[in-house]
């Protein structure tokens, strides 16, 4: 292990100390709120919230659509730790280091991580404001935080990835759904770019060949993490716009918030009859 890794892990090991000491019990859930997402944080009862540049080693955000927190508390009657706003790889950072977070609270004993995004839809039969339950991903992003050597307390080295999605929270998800009358929810593959550019008309064409659904900057390194610290994921992508490439209209950045605050409530409801009726155990 070089000096660098063996640094990364005492940071890992410092913060995890830092917010063992500012929490009565460990989360069951860890919540990641991509763009435009970040109003469920409003919802926690009971909260401790830390901004990130008080918590020791968090990187610091740099998107002014994510507010920055980490948010301790209940949520539909569950322990949860919501990170308001996420980090990115065309930030600067590299996966290792924009997956700090999940990887410090995978440690405090989590069982779950419920990611969610703000994406592009490729998929023709997609709307803007569909609700994308992520059955499995492609990861084009240029980086994998689990490269080099492995901390074999942490997890595996070649971690399984044949079901990297629970199979068992997205037929909950389907079936919470239902049941709360939440509309245009579907399942399909998300793909992660690098970014910051938006995707061109021919890689759209190319992304949609390759079987992806959605697309997006991010999630999959956080994921990867998740799963080789053994927690069970469940993934919702808000689609916020839909790329016809033969037809293709600008992509605003203005437009894809706009669309994800709209869709925001439906999402809110979701997770939280999705959090009410799931089953969590704390591993640590």
Known sequence: MTELQKNYRQRVEETVAFLRAKIASPPEVIVVLGTGLGALADRVEQSLTLPYESIPHFPKSTVTSHAGNLIFGMLAGKRVAVLQGRFHYYEGYSTRELTFPMRVLSLLGAGVALVSNASGGLNSDYAPGTLMIIHDHLNFIRDNPLRGP????????????????????????IACAARNNVAHVVSGTYVAIPGPSLETPAETRFLRMC???AVGMSTVPEVLVAVHAGLRVLGIAMVSNVNDPDNF?????????????AGEAEFIRLVEAVLAEMQVAVCG
């Open 249 to 261: 209209k600008p992509i605003r950045i203005e437009e894809i918030l706009a669309q994800a605050k």
């Open 150 to 173: 492995n901390v074999d307390e942490w997890g595996p080295r070649f971690p399984d990835c044949s079901q990297i999605y629970d199979p068992s929270l997205i037929d909950l998800t």
């Open 211 to 213: 079987g992806a659904d």
